[in-house]
T-cell receptor, first 115, second 113 residues
Framework: ETGVTQTPRHLVMGMTNKKSLKCEQH?????MYWYKQSAKKPLELMFV???????ENNSVPSRFSPECPNSSHLFLHLHTLQPEDSALYLC??????????????FGQGTRLTVV | GESVGLHLPTLSVQEGDNSIINCAYS??????FIWYKQESGKGPQFIID?????DKRQGQRVTVLLNKTVKHLSLQIAATQPGDSAVYFC????????????FGTGTRLLVSP
C-alpha cells in the first residue's frame, strides 16, 4: 500500500463512452501526476498538478481531460477514446521539498481497454 | 531531447547471484535519479534514489551507482532472490520545482531458484 489509491482497477469502455478514472492520495502531497504505460513502452507523463494547478500537459489529446479539485484527488475524464488508448494509467504523487524533487509514489493503476 | 534508455530488456540470474541492471540517460541537466520496481499487476514501487552530487548510494541489498561523465546509472542487487523478479525502471528528473520523471523502457529481471 503506497497511500495512492486508484479506481477502478479495470475498465472496459466503448469508443463512444464517457468514463472517469479516480485517484486519491493519503500522503499529504501537493503534486499529482497521470502517467500512461503501454506494452513495451516507457511510462509516459501525461499531466502534472501542483497545488491543484496544472503545470504540465505533455501534448496529450483532448479526449483525455484531467481534473484536480483538491490536492488529494485527481481525475482523468475519458471520452471518444481509440483502441490505441488501451493501456495502464498510473497516478502518482510527490512532495517536492523546497524545490528539491523527491520520489513519486504510484498507485496500482487502472487497466483500460477500449473496444 | 530527453531520453532514458536501458541496455538489456531481460536479465536472467540464479538465486543468490548479484544482479546489475544498467541505464543510460541523455539529459546532463538531470540532477535526481530513481530506480523503481514494478511487479505484475502493480504500480511502480520506489527502490532507491540518488542525487547528482553523489556517485554511490546504498540501501538494503541494493546499491545505485551514478557516473555523470558517461551519463550512466546502475542498480546492483546483492544476493538476488526470487521475490526480486520484476521489471526495473530507471527514471531521471530535472530540478524544475516539480516532478517530471522520464522513464526508461525497463529491464525484466528473472530470478531462478
Amino acid at each position: 500500500e503506497t497511500g495512492v489509491t486508484q479506481t477502478p482497477r479495470h475498465l472496459v469502455m466503448g469508443m463512444t463512452n464517457k468514463k472517469s478514472l479516480k485517484c486519491e492520495q493519503h500522503l499529504g502531497h501537493n503534486a499529482m501526476y497521470w502517467y500512461k504505460q503501454s506494452a513495451k513502452k516507457p511510462l509516459e507523463l501525461m499531466f502534472v498538478y501542483n497545488f491543484k494547478e496544472q503545470t504540465e500537459n505533455n501534448s496529450v489529446p483532448s479526449r483525455f481531460s484531467p481534473e484536480c479539485p483538491n490536492s488529494s484527488h485527481l481525475f482523468l475524464h475519458l471520452h471518444t477514446l481509440q483502441p490505441e488508448d488501451s493501456a495502464l494509467y498510473l497516478c502518482a504523487s510527490s512532495q517536492p521539498d523546497r524545490g528539491v524533487n523527491t520520489e513519486a509514489f504510484f498507485g496500482q493503476g487502472t487497466r483500460l481497454t477500449v473496444v | 531531447g530527453e531520453s532514458v534508455g536501458l541496455h538489456l530488456p531481460t536479465l536472467s540470474v540464479q538465486e543468490g547471484d548479484n544482479s546489475i541492471i544498467n541505464c543510460a540517460y541523455s539529459n546532463s541537466a538531470s540532477d535526481y535519479f530513481i530506480w523503481y520496481k514494478q511487479e505484475s499487476g502493480k504500480g511502480p514501487q520506489f527502490i532507491i534514489d540518488i542525487r547528482s552530487n553523489m556517485d554511490k548510494r546504498q540501501g538494503q541489498r541494493v546499491t545505485v551507482l551514478l557516473n555523470k561523465t558517461v551519463k550512466h546509472l546502475s542498480l546492483q542487487i546483492a544476493a538476488t532472490q526470487p521475490g526480486d523478479s520484476a521489471v526495473y525502471f530507471c527514471a531521471e528528473n530535472m530540478n524544475t520545482g516539480f516532478q517530471k520523471l522520464v522513464f526508461g523502457t525497463g529491464t525484466r529481471l528473472l530470478v531462478s531458484p
